[in-house]
């Protein structure tokens, strides 16, 4: 089956261009010492996530814990940091049942999840391992001193259940060096008070070929680089050629020579800008726009005609690809731009 | 269970608050003699597709055939509007076999759309209703002129297998006046060539109280209505107290004084800010913004302290109703802050 067979609007995964983003990044870190813990947030497909595993990543990083649950349900996966302070009963309950699975490690920056972690855990007979989220600049959680920090790793080894994992990040763009001096300053900190920091985990698809200058990490999380997409594009990133997942969409309408109108709107594409101008890349015109968004209507205009056809297929890089994967509960594989498999998108719908 | 005892990231259904606005806008239509066709894309769930039959609506509009499927597949609803530009073997197929469990019509705003129409449906035995779309300056679909719209009705009365049904506009905001000239003239234009236009369809959320004003209108297609929002709030469409659908989040960080991070990010509440500055509104905390959305956070900023604790639950009122629904698997039914029941929302996910 070729693109002109596939119903649209489908998200397309090309297998072949997974599996060189995959062993491309793999491969760098292997050569600079990092140890590669991947996102799965990105792509939610167990399958995918065996991939990196195979390719030589260490574990996976998951945001939620539904999404760890999708990933270990058919076995393979043993290793799941998930990056997010955990609360509430709910969830601890849900957090103890996986760790009797996997291997697990969460984060925490504040001394109610971590007094949580450790009352829910200090009756299993495990030991959860806790990293310290620090915050280097991009202002959304963490400790914002290496003494916090430090206070939190005290905590952490004092109380039952639970034991100091070492630093997490979840760094700004472009400040590596900034990033790299916190988390220095924060490890040196702690270890002069004789507490060992087994772990520092950086991370971020936009750095991700910078990631040698964070000479204190032991380890990247990593999402977006599995597919690319148009933002990773505009920071230079990566190539038009390495965009795995794109946006298969018909030109339903041609209202006026100036405008057309695909059947792919925010509930595909999202309304992520990404910092960006317009919704989409769209493969082979540049000089086409895709200026507004309805909820399954996406307009393209142009300075002149648009050239389009009503019928006529087009594929569409996304701004930002995690969270157009997020959208449908099915994905479709293709390889030389013809239909390989669908597949379900495990993790995708889940509250927590 | 109230909502202490509810997981978060949850996204609530206010029962009272539904009936509320269903009966409200129902009671409006009948009182100005207008027909209501409720746009079902907002809630996706055949249940509250009933409720507004109930109330007094003639039948409901979707946006996909894969919409529709989920709609009628309790039983129940009869009247189905798609509307839609529909092209493509596997999307006629799919409305052939439709057509033949529903009383169905479609929209059409170009030759290419109503002769595949015709074919699909011509050896079926069946007569498919296509209304014409016309743009009365929304610039999204339709055609452009009174004149097209002749050309188009005419073309649909001459193929078999198809009927015109009449006229259907996706409308501009604000604008009623130049709405209602737009297709007073193509019905006058269409009439003065011997073809009947049975139906005027308009519609929109946005100036739902201002409908009487399409004096040309015969029925009205809404969908944001049974849930309101912040963008409708923000054009004084509703009040606060009118919001049936609010997120229920948890402050899960408190970095700093100025900042707190709750579990939901883009991937609940969507990156639709609908022209509003900031992504969505805290109820009972009309100081504090939603500044930034990363998938799975959602950071709140405010000019001083933010007053929030970890672990605290808040309500948040989005921007844009219609997407956030579509975001998770389920939603969760409440009634005086109580949960009442939990429900899939099962027109979601699905491609077409």
């Known amino acids: 089956m070729?693109?002109?067979?596939?119903?649209?609007?489908?998200?397309?995964?090309?297998?072949?261009i997974v599996q060189l983003n995959i062993k491309k990044f793999q491969s760098y870190c292997d050569s600079v010492g990092l140890k590669l813990r991947p996102h799965i947030k990105t792509h939610k497909i167990p399958m995918l996530a065996k991939l990196q595993l195979l390719e030589g990543a260490i574990g996976i990083t998951c945001q939620k814990i539904s999404e760890a649950e999708a990933m270990i349900s058919e076995g393979g996966i043993d290793d799941v940091l998930i990056a997010y302070n955990i609360l509430g009963e709910q969830k601890l309950?849900?957090?103890?049942?996986?760790?009797?699975?996997?291997?697990?490690?969460?984060?925490?920056?504040?001394?109610?999840?971590?007094?949580?972690?450790?009352?829910a855990f200090e009756k299993s007979g495990m030991e959860l391992s806790v990293l310290v989220?620090?915050?280097?600049?991009?202002?959304?959680?963490?400790?914002?001193?290496?003494?916090?920090?430090?206070?939190?790793?005290?905590?952490?080894?004092?109380?039952?259940?639970?034991?100091?994992?070492?630093?997490?990040?979840?760094?700004?763009?472009?400040?590596?060096?900034?990033?790299?001096?916190?988390?220095?300053?924060?490890?040196?900190?702690?270890?002069?008070?004789?507490i060992k920091v087994p772990v520092i985990s950086v991370g971020g698809s936009p750095d991700m070929w910078n990631a040698e200058k964070l000479?204190?990490?032991?380890?990247?999380?990593?999402?977006?680089?599995?597919?690319?997409?148009?933002?990773?594009?505009?920071?230079?990133?990566?190539?038009?050629?390495?965009?795995?997942?794109?946006?298969?969409?018909?030109?339903?309408?041609?209202?006026?020579?100036?405008?057309?109108v695909v059947d792919a709107g925010s509930k595909v594409l999202t309304s992520d800008l990404s910092d960006l101008v317009g919704h989409g890349h769209i493969v082979g015109y540049p000089?086409?726009?895709?200026?507004?968004?309805?909820?399954?209507?996406?307009?393209?205009?142009?300075?002149?005609p648009t050239g389009l056809s009503i019928g006529q297929k087009l594929q569409i890089i996304p701004n930002h690809a995690c969270v157009v994967s997020n959208m449908l509960d099915h994905v479709i594989f293709v390889?030389?731009?013809?239909?390989?498999?669908?597949?379900?998108?495990?993790?995708?719908?889940?509250?927590?």
């Open 2 to 16: 070729d693109y002109s067979e596939i119903d649209t609007p489908a998200v397309l995964i090309d297998l072949n």
């Open 93 to 119: 309950d849900k957090l103890l049942a996986l760790a009797k699975r996997v291997s697990l490690s969460v984060v925490a920056d504040n001394m109610i999840c971590i007094v949580g972690l450790s009352n």
């Open 133 to 194: 989220e620090c915050d280097t600049g991009a202002n959304r959680c963490g400790v914002i001193s290496p003494e916090e920090a430090l206070d939190l790793a005290n905590a952490i080894i004092k109380l039952p259940g639970i034991r100091f994992g070492g630093l997490m990040t979840y760094p700004p763009i472009g400040k590596s060096s900034k990033v790299d001096s916190f988390l220095r300053k924060t490890k040196l900190l702690i270890e002069r008070h004789d």
């Open 215 to 260: 000479s204190v990490a032991t380890e990247y999380r990593i999402g977006t680089y599995i597919y690319n997409d148009r933002s990773l594009i505009s920071r230079g990133v990566c190539k038009e050629k390495d965009c795995a997942l794109t946006v298969l969409v018909t030109v339903v309408s041609t209202p006026t020579k100036e405008r057309a």
């Open 287 to 304: 000089n086409l726009k895709i200026s507004s968004l309805s909820e399954e209507h996406g307009c393209i205009t142009c300075d002149g």
């Open 335 to 352: 390889s030389h731009e013809k239909f390989e498999f669908e597949q379900r998108v495990a993790a995708r719908g889940q509250v927590w």
